[in-house]
């Protein structure tokens, strides 16, 4: 019984290895569309992944207080808000019926 163990674990190992590494006959083929679509695919889903890491790193950065020097003064001059003008000029056809000239 003890030499049939190993006898029969090798063999199941075996056809593991043939199964698994031996080519499989393949019914169809890949052209060119197929090959360009999986590209796109691949270039889309790096795509994705990089703007998200670079989303996730600038909100951890603006989390944790760090920013680079230049982002931070283009802040600063943006906070600073400008008189809005008294009103708007009158740029229809009509005449103003304000000036009684």
């Known amino acids: 019984m003890n030499r049939i163990a190993p006898l029969l674990s090798n063999c199941l190992a ?8 031996m080519p499989a006959p393949a019914y169809g083929y ?3 569309g197929t090959g ?3 590209i796109q695919m ?13 989303t996730s790193w600038i909100r951890f950065g603006r989390a ?4 680079k ?3 931070a003064s283009a802040t600063a001059d943006s906070a600073v808000e400008t ?6 000029p009158n740029t229809s056809n009509t005449p103003d019926t ?3 000239a």
């Open 30 to 32: 890949f052209d060119l």
């Open 83 to 88: 008189p809005a003008p008294e009103t708007a």
């Open 64 to 67: 944790s207080g760090k920013t």
């Open 69 to 71: 020097a230049g982002a």
């Open 14 to 21: 075996l056809f593991a290895i043939y199964y698994f590494l």
């Open 98 to 100: 304000d000036d009684k």
């Open 42 to 54: 691949l270039l889309g889903f790096g795509a994705a992944v990089w703007l998200s890491m670079r």
């Open 36 to 38: 360009t679509y999986m």
